[in-house]
């Protein structure tokens, strides 16, 4: 899982995007979202579960959507949401 998570933000960093990595090993999910809204993160890339399907979780907190995505789209989907 931390690997797939890893190389996404290195992605993202390479083209500028600042990127919050939280890798924090023994913190409920819960927690990790509490605090990205705590800090004010717009949207929120979930490397989870869905991961042994090939799929990743991006979160539009402003609107409350949510879509799943292939791991190899990831990076590049989050890119046009956050240039957009």
Do not use: C, H, N
């Not at 509490?34 to 042994?52: N, Q, R």
């Amino acid at each position: 899982m931390y690997t797939a998570a890893e190389a996404i933000a290195a992605e993202l960093e390479s083209t500028g995007v600042e990127v919050l990595y939280d890798d924090r090993p023994k913190v409920s999910p819960g927690v990790k979202f509490g605090d990205a809204e705590l800090l004010g993160v717009p949207t929120i890339l979930i490397v989870g579960k869905g991961l042994v399907d090939g799929q990743v979780e991006l979160w539009d907190r402003r609107t409350g959507e949510r879509t799943a995505l292939p791991v190899a789209d990831a990076a590049a989907t989050l890119l046009a949401v956050v240039r957009s």
